[in-house]
């Protein structure tokens, strides 16, 4: 088993295939006047999991889809990884919003790890420093792929909502960005408790400075 699927495995542990959607919804900023402005139009969830927050946006009123490796069958999801190189299987411009959650080869947290013991939620003791960093730069190649996919399937002004946010997405990604017309703002998560809530639900570890400072990250893409 490669590394990514060993830390894809412990997110499955820690449930990220099923949070609830009573974080998703605000982490991600959807809130009753978005859901509003996205009614009757399409939107795409990354890395759906189990496809909580896919169903939760259909039951209120938004062409909402999924495509995750391990989606559920349905007319909405697709059973494909978008990390796996065949991208997002739509034409050109179909999304009005795009979605991604914890989704592993997003998280950009790890890139600031030095030493892969420092991993809080697995045990890397076996794993040599290089192989990680191996792992670390396979990442990046995959996480500038799905922000490729998000630039080519938004529609102009359409945009997409990432939590965690990718706060190294310029350090990594900065000529695709422009490449592909998507401008780039972390959002602060002003809720405290919320972001408590879900850092107590998730049971890592945590500390009030990053509840104060917590953000998701918005794509937004250009008119033209």
Wanted: charged content about 25%.
């Amino acid at each position: 088993m490669g590394l990514l699927e060993v830390i894809e495995c412990n997110y499955n542990q820690k449930q990220f295939l099923n949070v609830p959607v009573i974080y998703q919804l605000p982490l991600l900023g959807i809130d009753s006047e978005l859901v509003d402005l996205l009614k009757g139009q399409r939107v795409l969830d990354i890395g759906c999991g189990s496809g909580l927050l896919v169903d939760e946006l259909r039951l209120r009123g938004i062409e909402a889809q999924g495509i995750d490796s391990r989606a559920p069958s349905g007319t909405h999801f697709m059973r494909q990884n978008v990390t796996s190189g065949k991208g997002v299987p739509v034409p050109n411009s179909c999304y009005a919003f795009i979605t991604s959650f914890q989704n592993v080869a997003l998280n950009d947290g790890l890139g600031a790890i030095q030493n892969p013991a420092e991993i809080p939620f697995f045990s890397y003791e076996c794993i040599s420093l290089k192989r990680f960093r191996k792992y670390q730069e396979e990442k990046a190649r995959e996480a500038k792929f799905i922000v490729a996919e998000i630039g080519r399937t938004l529609l102009p002004l359409g945009r997409a909502s990432i939590y965690p946010p990718l706060l190294k997405i310029e350090r990594y990604a900065g000529s695709l960005l422009c490449e592909l017309g998507l401008k780039v703002t972390h959002e602060p998560i002003a809720n405290e408790d919320l972001v408590r809530n879900y850092f107590m639900w998730e049971g890592g570890n945590f500390d009030e400075e990053r509840i104060k400072t917590e953000k998701r990250t918005i794509l937004t893409k250009s008119k033209y």
